[in-house]
């Protein structure tokens, strides 16, 4: 093959295969677990991407209102310590420069900005992509990223028509941060669904028990 044929149809793809790609996962992370490790982890090995940030959400307004949301600063050092220095998975918190509520458009389109050698996707669990549709400035945000979307069990509703949506599988994991919240409340176990020093921090803070 000619070589200037070889690079045309390496460039034909969605993606120029020299291009760094960085997949953006989203979330609370209130308290992280095993879950969101396990999701970031299969994603970059699956599609082969250079890194997986997590990206820990300042005022998440799908949530504000509905119960007390620990303060970023702490899920960011929860989330560090749950990552422990992993390999192509990185806490990130450029959703923290700004007060107030962060949107993925708009984390995209900055990021997009900084770093435009870069190819994002956005990465999430499949609950969170059935309402894909009500987020911030969802016409745009349809277009203009690749969106990796990860089984969740418990969710079944239809995925939304219309947008990039790249399936990946991993094993099927009930964690959540709503479930490991009420353990925690409660004296209830949560050894081996969230990392050991994750543990040891929000037991030290005291921050999931019922404040009296
Ligand atoms: P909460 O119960 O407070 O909503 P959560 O466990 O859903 O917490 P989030 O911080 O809300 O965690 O989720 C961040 C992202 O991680 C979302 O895209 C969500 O779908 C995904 N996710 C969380 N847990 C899992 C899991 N066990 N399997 C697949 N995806 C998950
Ligand atoms: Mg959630």
Redesign the pocket.
Known sequence: MAKSEESHHAQSGRYNVTQRRIGI??????PP?L??LI?ADQVRDTLNLGEVWLVVANDPWQ?SGSREITPAAKRLEMLEAALDGAPGLRASDVELEEPGPSYSFDTLSMLQQRMPDVAWSL??????AVGLPTWHRADELKEMAEIIV????GSSEPLPDGWKLTMVD?PA???????L?HRLATGASVRYLMPDPVINLATAWGIYRPSE
Not at 25 to 30: A, E, P, S, V
Not at 123 to 128: C, E, F, N
Not at 173 to 179: A, G, H, P, W
């Open positions: 996962f989203g979330g609370t992370f209130d677990h879950g969101h999701v949530k990465i999430v669990g499949r609950d969170a990860v089984n969740r069990p991993m994991l009930e964690i959540s941060s709503t479930d919240r």
